[in-house]
């Protein structure tokens, strides 16, 4: 995905990061964390002390082998899990579903890569350029390591890959299927190189839609989650579309090789106002499947904070987050937000000006959409997870709060 902003948008976000440099103080890293740092790679020592799985949902995909004190972790501290197909097997997903029978799992893949494991690659399915030149991706790899991009507008590949996918789906038992990525323009390295084909939007949607019927057809009653809505200005990348013939889909925040929600409050604005009012509002009126996604680190605290909150906002059973290390998908990531015990939300969010707020049984979610700073001053005591009793909450522009009632006022 990309990131794009009007002009105003950079101006307005120019002039409040100049005039506010100081962020807000980070009061979660105190007491009650979780054994390691506060960003945490999960590792040999968080696994031989585990925290505490709170309530909120949260998601996690595998890209690679997993120990079997990985695999415990993954199911006992996840609510759902993405495991790439090459990687997704009876054995495992029966491991997981042993830990935790209430574990939603889904297979992982791409229609725009060959993999071996599919099976026969024929030629006339593989992607050229102009010249004739068969276009590779290295996926991050070394220039050894080559991958074929398909010519992904082609019927007999996109069939092939239904197939194939539909096999590992009922062959694995799990719950069904994430297909990456269902976008309205082709992938990079194809961005750079150009098809042999005559591009268009038109005909890239196309393969989407038939695409999309023949995992149905094939599929039968599993789910099928796309990757990714596309929160962009021009109204033809835009690809919501694709929720009526799907269970849902995945909103990223990031994009191969581009920006992330630390680079500035003009992506901040942007992922709240079109991301998360807009794409994730929209998903969550149909009643389908959520997966929100962002990048961060351990200098990314108050980022990831504000997308959770964000998040929070329109959480419902079936919207899950993830917070990605920016190492790489193979690193399993551990925040100490995700051990708090929330309960139900007890309606939806409520907006006074640029204010967001949301209440749940156990506490309060409180997120600045402004461009001002604001000091929310609280009528009923509340407390921060640091367990710090508090009379009002200081938000910068774009961030945002969790804070908890008293444990004699939770919800039993």
Not at 88 to 94: A, N, P, Q, R
Not at 200 to 217: G, Y
Request: charged share 25%.
């Amino acid at each position: 995905m990309s990131f794009s902003t009007p002009n105003v948008l950079r101006t307005l976000a120019l002039i409040v990061m100049l005039l506010s440099a100081q962020h807000t103080t980070d009061r979660c890293s105190a007491a009650n964390h979780d054994p390691l740092n506060d960003t945490v790679e999960v590792g040999p020592e968080l696994l031989t002390q585990p925290p505490k799985k709170g309530d909120i949902p949260i998601f996690a995909s595998i890209y690679r082998d997993v120990s079997n004190q990985e695999t415990t972790f993954l199911a006992t501290h996840y609510d759902c899990i993405f495991v790439v197909d090459a990687h997704c097997d009876k054995e495992l997903v029966d491991k997981l579903r042993q830990e935790n029978p209430r574990l939603k799992v889904f297979v992982l893949t791409n229609p725009y890569f060959f993999q071996n494991h599919y099976g026969t690659l024929k030629d006339e399915w593989k992607a050229r350029t102009e010249g004739g030149h068969y276009i590779y991706s290295t996926y991050g790899r070394t220039a050894d390591y080559k991958i074929h991009l398909m010519d992904y507008p082609n019927r007999h590949w996109l069939t092939f890959f239904a197939e194939q996918a539909a096999k590992t789906v009922k062959a694995s038992g799990a719950d069904g299927l994430l297909c990456d990525t269902l976008t309205n323009s082709p992938p990079y390295p194809a961005w750079a190189t150009g098809l042999h084909k005559g591009y268009s939007i038109e005909n890239w949607k196309a393969a989407n839609n038939f695409l999309l019927k023949e995992l149905r057809e094939k599929l039968g009653q599993a789910e099928i989650i796309y990757n990714g809505l596309v929160p962009d200005e021009r109204t033809e990348l835009q690809n919501s579309e694709y929720l009526a013939y799907s269970d849902g889909a995945a909103l990223e925040t990031f994009g191969l090789g581009g920006p992330t929600l630390d680079d500035g409050l003009e992506y901040r604005i942007w992922f709240f106002r079109n991301g998360i009012l807009t794409l994730m509002k929209q998903a969550v009126s149909q009643g389908k499947y959520l997966f929100l996604a962002i990048r961060t680190d351990e200098r990314s605290r108050e980022t990831q904070r504000f997308a959770l909150c964000a998040f929070l906002l329109l959480r419902t059973d079936r919207t899950f987050f993830y917070a990605a290390s920016k190492k790489g998908d193979e690193m399993i990531m551990w925040f100490p937000e995700w051990r708090l015990e929330l309960g139900e939300p007890t309606g939806p969010y409520r907006r006074e000006k640029e204010l967001y707020t949301r209440e749940y049984e156990n506490g309060l979610i409180v997120l600045n959409g402004g461009m001002s700073a604001r000091t929310v001053q609280l009528n009923t005591p509340y407390v921060t997870v640091d367990t710090e009793r508090i009379g009002s909450v200081e938000l910068q522009s774009y961030t945002g709060a969790i804070i908890l009632k008293p444990q004699d006022t939770q919800a039993q």
